[in-house]
């Protein structure tokens, strides 16, 4: 799934793409109904009536959410899911059959959307939404002190808690795996029994780690790709995850995976003690 820097890489190549830019048609027929919403409160009731003629004035990320906000105070928000992409392209080539959704442009050009779901809400009713209105703080806006107060301020296991929305927002397995390894903490460890300066390495290590993928242009896992089709290149420098069996950089003990929380989790269990 894309997480922070992924997702924060296909804004800065929407931006260039759409910002300034009319919509003037919309083709959603392809999408399966659950993956729009159109607020109830907006006459018309789909993204082909209320869209056309709206200009974007400004495409900003919020945890893994992109908000692409438009003339009359409406924002289109969009979740990437697991492998949610845009894709850019003129208007004269055929509709790709994989897009749910595409844009046509008033400069010529064209923007499709797979796989994602996207929303539209009028401003006012945006932030009320469940899934933005319950988000957690943004991992790269928030001091070290909040960060320490917010572990030790709850009693759970630090690699669940890193990947719930609504503690921090933005993270994913990848970035808390690594984190977590880099600061040589297990990630069953309950929150509030790591040490502060143990958490502050922590707080240090994902802001570093973010910011370096963001500088890679994220990380390729699965399916990732930004606006340009192109994937980032940060997963060359991973250290744990996806790297069962491979000796730590370390200390050289195989690195393995366990389930957590149901999820796996990547560590060294020699640098990451329990205990
Ligand atoms: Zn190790």
């Known amino acids: ?20 830019r009319a919509i003037v ?3 959603s027929t392809a999408a399966p109904a659950t993956s729009i919403v159109v607020s109830p409160s907006l006459p018309g009731g789909t993204l082909e009536e209320v869209l056309p003629g709206r200009t974007v004035l400004g495409i900003n990320r919020r945890g893994k959410n992109i908000l692409i906000s438009l003339s009359g105070d409406l924002t289109l928000w969009v979740h990437l899911k697991m492998t949610g992409q845009f894709r850019f392209t003129t208007r004269d080539e055929p509709r790709d059959r994989h897009d749910l959704v595409s844009f046509d442009l008033a400069r010529p050009g064209r923007v499709g959307e797979r796989f994602g779901r996207l929303r539209l809400y009028p401003d ?11 988000l957690g703080p943004e991992p790269l806006e928030l001091p070290a002190e909040d960060f320490i107060e917010l572990c030790h301020g709850r009693h759970r296991m630090i690699k669940p808690a890193l990947l719930d929305q609504t503690f921090i927002a933005g993270i994913g397995n990848i970035y808390a795996d690594e984190a977590l390894f880099l600061s040589r903490i297990h990630p069953a460890r309950r929150t509030d029994s790591i040490a502060q300066r143990k958490l ?9 780690l973010l910011i370096r993928s963001i500088e890679n242009a994220g990380t390729t896992i699965i399916n990732f790709v930004d606006v340009e089709g192109e994937g ?7 250290q744990v995850y996806g790297r069962e069996g491979e000796p730590c950089v370390r200390c050289g003990h195989p690195i393995r995976r366990i389930v957590i929380g149901s999820r796996s989790s990547h560590l060294c ?3 990451q003690r329990r205990r």
């Open 1 to 20: 799934m894309p997480e922070l820097p992924e997702v924060e890489t296909v804004v800065r190549g929407l931006r260039p793409i759409l910002m300034g």
């Open 25 to 27: 048609r919309v083709d």
């Open 124 to 134: 006012t009713e945006l932030w009320d939404q469940p899934g933005l209105a319950d």
């Open 200 to 208: 502050i390495e922590l707080h240090g290590q994902l802001q570093d």
């Open 232 to 238: 980032g290149s940060f997963q060359r420098l991973l």
């Open 269 to 271: 269990s020699h640098c």
